[in-house]
């Protein structure tokens, strides 16, 4: 088992930025994918941005240029850097540990054991 606690969302304009932190309880799933999922209002969650066992990124096509996502081990903090936002973006945001990816016709989910935050709500206002 594994513990994720986020923060960070909150409201912002389009064109502005946020950053979103996600502590974990333990580092023993280093095997697995981590990173960040988000589900807008009536839609499926969805893949945002997540690290590989070996360190590669996978993104969303909708947030290649604007997203980073950079992790301190030494912590077990992940973070997601977020910019130019737009009003497509506002869901609530999850940090999770997968231990598989699933392709998807929008993207990428999580799939096999899972671990989830609470989640943070972002709304970007036009």
């Known amino acids: 088992q594994v513990q994720l606690a986020e923060s960070g969302g909150g409201l912002v304009q389009s064109g502005g930025s946020l950053r979103l932190s996600c502590v974990a309880s333990?580092?023993?799933?280093?095997?697995?994918?981590t990173g960040w999922f988000r589900q807008a209002p009536g839609k499926l969650r969805e893949g945002v941005l997540v690290?590989?066992?070996?360190?590669?990124?996978r993104y969303a096509d909708s947030v290649k240029g604007r997203f980073t996502i950079t992790e301190n081990s030494a912590t077990n903090t992940l973070y997601l850097q977020m910019n130019n936002l737009t009003p497509e973006d506002t869901a609530m945001y999850y940090c999770?540990?997968?231990?598989?990816?699933?392709?998807?016709?929008?993207?990428?989910?999580?799939?096999?054991?899972?671990?989830w935050g609470q989640g943070t709500q972002v709304t970007v206002s036009s």
């Open positions: 999770a540990v997968a231990q598989r990816l699933l392709g998807t016709a929008r993207g990428f989910v999580a799939d096999g054991i899972q671990f």
């Open positions: 333990s580092s023993d799933y280093n095997d697995y994918y």
């Open positions: 690290i590989g066992r070996d360190g590669s990124r």
